[in-house]
């Protein structure tokens, strides 16, 4: 069944080791009908030996008794499983396969071209690292084939590889090449896709699939094998800030509390100082545990546990993410959704949302607009139907942890639940947290400083930043838990007038300063909403006195952790 290597026959513990250590890449292929998707599929694994013997035969079998190809192979029977899809001569369901060459692993997800099959295609492109849009060379680029770019587009796929295939029926012409080619990188520069590379092939002949084909000497690039083993998939995924969903809390035994889930971003080591959202409170990782062994560094797509060196709250649904680089917190958010249901979407229905582990409930509030995925357009929509896909703003009913999807995919990605059927309904992308929105009638409501601050779900508060204190570091902390805060240099001109409009707004403002509060600050101020923050050294605790907040002596972060804690104990930001 696998790959052809003589390290199998020689040393099959060698080959099983090197095999584990090879690296994977999972790609979709897509484009309009007909294009040739199932039989390029089909003719990658032909090519690399990833069939049962038993398999060729029913393949053969198969060619012989459909009859598409006269007496040759047909490749699309290996990925076409589905009786509709056989008959039909299309691809309906998503359909992965997996197979190896010497240099790397690869998953394929044969995803289909027609239009009411969307969500499938949105499905298998949600963990590609790379997609093969194919393009019938006799038809040039069609409507689908903008759709799936579009598609491919939005789901954050960065590398493309445009097959113009059945090559052959063309007489493998190069003027048919680069109008094709032209007319692709036109349309791709609009919706962002940059790393593209065109292939001249023939997935039913073999031509540059495997190997160069002499039927098109007058192309310079690599075949497609060769661009798939050697293509960099390495992304930053590592160089990003460290992220781990909680799936589950690891008590063995009385001894032993640890947290389980996959690191979805960043690396970690034992003394990293990280924070637990969306409650944010800060600790140290203590160690980190695989299986029955301790590690020294864990890095993104590992699935570990992980004990903290304080005892704090954590559990399922939290997301552990590092001290200095923290996620946002929201429950409000501007979003993409990708409609999956035959029961259109209304506004103002409940369901569940699920991102990352956490599970909440959630209203769809409002649907800026819809996308024509053909054309592009924006159009007003009170509604969205099977396959459709909108810009909307979602209301949870707590907060959760989340980063834009364009920096993190898996804390930035979730699914609609129907609550009743349990169904998986819809699709999305966050974007960016917004302010929630409040039923305040215009012609009823105070515009005050308690509205403003009503609104934001705080109290208006001025924390005077002192010799000790990182304001910056403190301003990144409130905003991880949810608090709208800003940072103004002591050194601002008319400081007291600029942050008295601040606190007009409802905001918490942090006062970048290395020295004392000033007198005339205080007296322009009122004392409730202002505290001195000062670090002491004969304070043994933070302790929290009138208008002025001591802290013991301690490192930047350790600072910022004890400021937070005492004013949530204290009831001052919530």
């Known amino acids: 069944m696998a790959h052809v290597s003589d390290l199998i026959a020689q040393d099959i513990e060698a080959y099983l080791k090197q095999h584990e250590h090879k690296s994977l890449l999972r790609f979709i292929t897509c484009g309009s009908v007909d294009d040739g998707k199932s039989t390029l599929i089909g003719r990658l694994l032909y090519e690399s030996k990833m069939l049962f013997e038993d398999q060729l035969a029913a393949l053969e079998a198969d060619s012989k008794k459909v009859g598409t190809q006269g007496g040759d192979l047909d490749f699309a029977l290996l990925v076409d499983g589905l009786a509709a899809e056989r008959e039909q001569g299309i691809t309906i369901d998503v359909a992965y396969r997996f197979f190896s060459t010497d240099r790397r692993k690869f998953i394929v997800a044969d995803t289909p071209g027609h239009e009411q099959y969307t969500r499938n295609m949105v499905t298998g492109a949600s963990t590609a690292d790379l997609a093969i849009i194919l393009v019938d060379a006799r038809h040039g680029v069609q409507t689908q ?24 029926l063309v007489g493998f012409s190069k003027d048919v090449y680069e109008r094709i080619e032209k007319e692709y990188r036109a349309f791709a520069a609009q919706i962002g896709l940059t790393d593209i590379l065109c292939i001249p092939m023939s997935a039913l002949k073999g031509d540059n699939i495997i190997e160069k084909s002499a039927a098109t000497p007058w192309y310079a690039g690599s075949a497609l094998m060769e661009h798939l083993e050697t293509v960099q998939i390495e992304d930053d995924l590592q160089a990003r800030p460290f992220r781990l969903p909680v799936q589950w809390v690891n008590r063995p035994n009385l001894d032993f509390r640890g947290f389980s889930g996959q690191i979805a971003s960043g690396t970690v080591r034992p003394g990293d100082r990280v924070r637990v959202q969306p409650s944010g409170r800060d600790t140290t990782i203590e160690r980190i545990v695989l299986s029955t062994q301790d590690l020294k560094e864990a890095v993104a797509g590992q699935s570990v546990t992980v004990t903290f060196a304080d005892e704090i709250d954590c559990s399922r649904g939290d997301v552990i993410v590092a001290a200095d680089q923290p996620a946002l917190a929201g429950d409000s958010f501007d979003a993409t959704l990708v409609w999956m249901s035959d029961e259109a979407m209304a506004t103002g229905r409940s369901y569940l949302m699920k991102c990352g582990t956490r599970t909440v409930g959630t209203t769809v509030n409002a649907i800026e607009y819809r996308v024509n995925v053909n054309t592009l357009e924006r159009t007003a929509a009170q509604a969205l139907a099977l396959n459709e896909i909108g810009r909307v703003s979602l209301l949870t009913d707590r907060l959760i942890a989340f980063d834009p999807y364009e920096s993190v995919r898996d804390t930035g990605s979730f699914i609609l639940i129907d609550r009743l059927t349990n169904n998986t309904v819809g699709a999305g992308l966050l974007h960016a947290a917004r302010s929630r929105p409040r039923d305040l009638s215009w012609t ?29 570091k403190l301003e990144q902390k409130l905003m991880s838990i949810g608090r709208h805060t800003i940072t103004l240099p002591a050194a601002t001109a008319d400081l007291p007038r600029i942050a008295g409009l601040l606190l007009d707004a409802g905001l918490i403002v942090v006062i970048d300063a290395e020295s004392a509060q000033p007198a005339a600050l205080a007296s322009a101020l009122p004392a409730a909403e202002r505290i001195e923050l000062a670090v002491d050294a004969a304070a043994a605790q933070a302790a929290l006195t009138g208008e002025r907040l001591s802290l013991p002596s301690a490192t930047a972060d350790e600072t910022v952790e004890q400021v937070v804690e005492a004013l949530r104990r204290a009831g001052r930001i919530g």
């Open 145 to 168: 084939t903008r759709r799936h770019s579009y598609l491919v587009s939005l789901i954050g796929i960065k590398r493309v590889v445009v097959a113009i295939n059945k090559m052959d």
């Open 444 to 472: 009823r409501t105070d515009t005050g400083r308690a509205a403003r601050a009503a609104l934001k779900q705080q109290s208006p508060l001025l924390l005077w930043a002192g010799a000790g204190i990182d304001a910056n």
